[in-house]
């Protein structure tokens, strides 16, 4: 995989136009910077948002429904619209677009999130700016990602991206909301992103899209924490893409990649995996993980949820999560737990080569 990739979040207030409808020029300006972003050396792969609103506006349908089926029917609909869309627009520069839907289990399967990394390489080797949302018209109510902020930085971590830039209304992280305060200013770097800075973001203010500034400092914690630079910036400003790649300063929030970013494999395992349960372990077990150490069932107190051998589960510690990580085995008393696995005191219950720390 190349080791200059960019992936592009637009979302889906500012992807489509006020009729709900892709908004064609603002594709064509994005697409023309791709294009010099692809000269200047970069491979580019863009997550659109979009499919649900232009399908309820095709339909006829002005306010968001709350009805899973209805949702997914529009996205049916719109879904081939948006594509259709990056098509013209990049075509217009030479390039050629390739639609890539995706579910949580391609990410949460680890023989899926493989393939998955095979067809993202194939499409980048081929010159194909691979065009990637959510396949909502066939996603589970239950299991999903949610919103495209969280799915664009997933699919950062998985092609071992250089930056995760997402485009959105506003000009990046603001000190407080603009519509409340004047003297709202922008928050030109973050370091570390805090439970101060996450008491500046909100929830989504739009009835269109699913997302929020709450949803963009969750990406740009998951990309972060992997060694991937993550951007927030405006969609409409004048050669956003290229300015960003410049680090002009001023034109976005950039979040600085961490030091020492977590291996893939163990990304894959922090952020890509669906925990099914929990182990509650006490503070010397804490301690012991936070200095590297495997975690015993010596430190186990308890747990809750149903999981067996293999599958993702939280650890925590006096109500706080310290880390997450593959069981080796379930506790005893577990519903399918093997009998035949050692669950002594002794006994690993999560591999350090399994474990992420969290804190």
């Known amino acids: 995989m190349s080791a200059s990739i960019e992936v592009v979040k637009v979302g889906s207030t500012s992807v489509t136009s006020g009729d709900g409808r892709p908004d064609e020029s603002l594709i064509a300006s994005l697409s023309e910077q791709v294009a010099a972003m692809r000269e200047r050396g970069s491979d580019v792969i863009v997550v659109s948002s ?34 259709r869309s990056w ?50 018209a066939v996603a ?21 991206a250089r930056r995760l830039v997402m485009l959105t209304d506003t000009p990046g992280l603001l000190t407080a909301d603009p519509s409340l305060t004047e003297d709202a200013t922008l928050i030109e770097e973050v370091t570390e992103i805090d439970h101060a ?42 050669q956003i893409l290229l300015r960003v790649a410049d680090d002009e300063p001023g034109c976005a929030t950039v979040f600085r990649a961490r030091p020492k970013p977590l291996a893939a494999r163990k990304a894959w395992i922090a952020f890509a995996t669906t925990s099914t349960g929990t182990l509650f372990v006490d503070q010397g077990a804490r301690r012991a993980l936070e200095s590297g150490a495997s975690l015993l069932f010596a430190g186990v107190t308890g747990h809750d949820g149903a999981f067996t051998a293999g ?49």
Do not use: C
């Open 140 to 160: 589970d109510e239950e299991i999903r990602f949610g919103d495209n902020d969280r799915l664009a930085a997933l699919v950062a971590v998985l092609v071992g």
């Open 50 to 83: 979009g499919a649900i609103a232009t399908g309820l506006a095709e339909l006829g349908i002005v306010e968001r429904p709350r009805e899973m089926a209805t949702l997914q029917a529009a996205s049916a609909v719109g879904q081939h619209r948006v594509v």
């Open 311 to 359: 599958d993702a589960v939280e650890v925590v510690a006096d109500g706080a999560l310290v880390a997450k990580g593959l069981v080796r085995s379930a506790p005893p008393g577990t519903p399918g737990a093997d009998e035949h696995e050692p669950t002594g005191r002794d006994a690993v219950a999560i591999h350090r080569d399994d474990l992420v720390v969290l804190v």
């Open 197 to 238: 800075l996450e008491a500046v973001a909100g929830g989504s203010a739009s009835a269109i899209g699913s997302g929020g500034m709450t949803s963009k400092l969750a990406a740009a914690r998951l990309a972060t924490w992997s060694g991937i630079e993550a951007v927030i910036a405006d969609a409409r400003g004048e």
């Open 87 to 136: 098509q013209d627009g990049l075509g217009r520069h030479g390039i050629l677009a390739g639609q890539v839907l995706l579910d949580p289990s391609d990410f949460f399967s680890r023989r899926q999130y493989l393939l998955a990394r095979r067809t993202f390489e194939a499409l980048v080797d081929l010159g194909v700016v691979p065009i990637v949302n959510e396949n909502d």
